[in-house]
């Protein structure tokens, strides 16, 4: 069975740096964009960065400049580099993937158990 493992999560001070990294586990074949989400308390999980198998990016305005998603396919990981924290960056960071091929197996949007960052003095 396939399952995304996120690392990284943590306590930083205001404009410090963090790295996220999100491993896909089991014998991978493919897989298609990933991304990584972000929910803070009592709010919605909204998109923080998202990559395609290519490599094209996607962000939010609002980690535009801060924030850096890259993937390593022969690892089956993506990462998300972010730095010039703000105490509004502190939420639960989850780590997802459109659609992983383990032959002969499918599986579609895919999550991982999420890794919380937060950002305080």
């Known amino acids: 069975q396939v399952q995304l493992v996120e690392s990284g999560g943590g306590l930083v001070q205001p404009g410090g740096s963090l790295r996220l990294s999100c491993a896909a586990s089991?014998?991978?074949?493919?897989?298609?964009?990933m991304g990584w989400y972000r929910q803070a308390p009592g709010k919605q999980r909204e998109l923080v960065a998202a990559?395609?198998?290519?490599?094209?990016?996607n962000y939010a305005d609002f980690v535009k400049g801060r924030f850096t998603i890259s993937r390593d396919n022969a690892k089956n990981t993506v990462y998300l580099q972010m730095s010039g924290l703000k105490a509004e960056d502190t939420a639960v960071y989850y780590c997802?993937?459109?659609?992983?091929?383990?032959?002969?197996?499918?599986?579609?949007?895919?999550w991982g158990q999420g890794t919380l960052v937060t950002v305080s003095s």
């Open positions: 990559i395609t198998s290519g490599g094209s990016t």
């Open positions: 997802h993937a459109d659609e992983v091929t383990s032959h002969p197996h499918r599986y579609l949007g895919l």
């Open positions: 089991g014998t991978i074949t493919s897989i298609n964009a």
